[in-house]
């Protein structure tokens, strides 16, 4: 169902945001935690977003454009201890002023490792997102790591750090491996971007 999808620029202030304003779905999470993989895998390609081992390295605020219909936006991710305190100051800065000043936020999906209970970063993440009265979805991929019978015991866990969880609805299970999880978040962009009422 998605047909075109190209990069459009990297951002690395917000006075650079583009000039053609669409809805956007926001990506959040640690740094390496799959963000670049998701993209890739969402729109079966496979280097629409760099992926890297090393963590840390995207300091940009990433768009794509889909089907002229609404950009990814692919935000820096955190946690990478070997950034200067500096810099962790300034990606909180740049972090805030995006979802003040965007205005055109539709849904964000914070990613977390199903496999580690979230970090304390991601708990300020996700307190952001809710000060700033975002929509989100919690996406725990790289649910290929684990068992299917276990599922139910990691989600749980998750719950008590966030337990307005709920699974298949604010909650979903990916990987960008085996694909768990892509039927849902397709349909869920389909069911807002390209079923036209008439
Ligand atoms: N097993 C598994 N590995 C993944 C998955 N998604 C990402 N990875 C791996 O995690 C690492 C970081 O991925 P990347 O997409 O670059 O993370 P980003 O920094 O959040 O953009 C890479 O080695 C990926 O191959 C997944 O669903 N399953
Ligand atoms: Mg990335």
Request: hydrophobic residues 35%; glycine residues 4%; contains cysteine.
């Amino acid at each position: 169902m998605f047909k075109e999808q190209h990069f459009v620029k990297s951002v690395y202030s917000l006075n650079q945001l583009p000039q053609h304003r669409l809805p956007e779905i926001v990506l959040c999470g640690r740094s390496n935690v799959g963000k670049s993989s998701f993209i890739n895998s969402l729109f079966n390609r496979k280097d629409l977003a760099k992926t890297s081992s090393t963590p840390g390295k995207t300091r940009s605020i990433n768009y794509y454009l889909i089907d002229n219909l609404f950009y990814i936006v692919d935000l820096p991710g955190y946690g990478y201890a070997k950034i200067s305190i500096e810099e962790r100051k300034k990606w909180g800065t740049v972090i805030n002023e995006f979802f003040t000043k965007s205005g055109h936020i539709f849904l964000a999906f914070h990613l977390i490792d199903c496999r580690h209970n979230p970090t304390e970063l991601d708990i300020q993440m996700n307190q952001l997102l809710k000060q700033k009265n975002i929509p989100y979805i919690f996406v725990l991929n790289k649910v290929d790591k684990i068992k299917q019978s276990e599922r139910k015991k990691y989600f749980n866990q998750f719950k008590e750090f966030f337990p307005e969880a709920i699974l298949d609805q604010n909650t979903i299970f990916y990987s960008a491996i085996s694909k768990v999880g892509k039927k849902e978040i397709t349909s869920l962009l389909y069911q807002s971007f390209y079923k036209k009422s008439n």
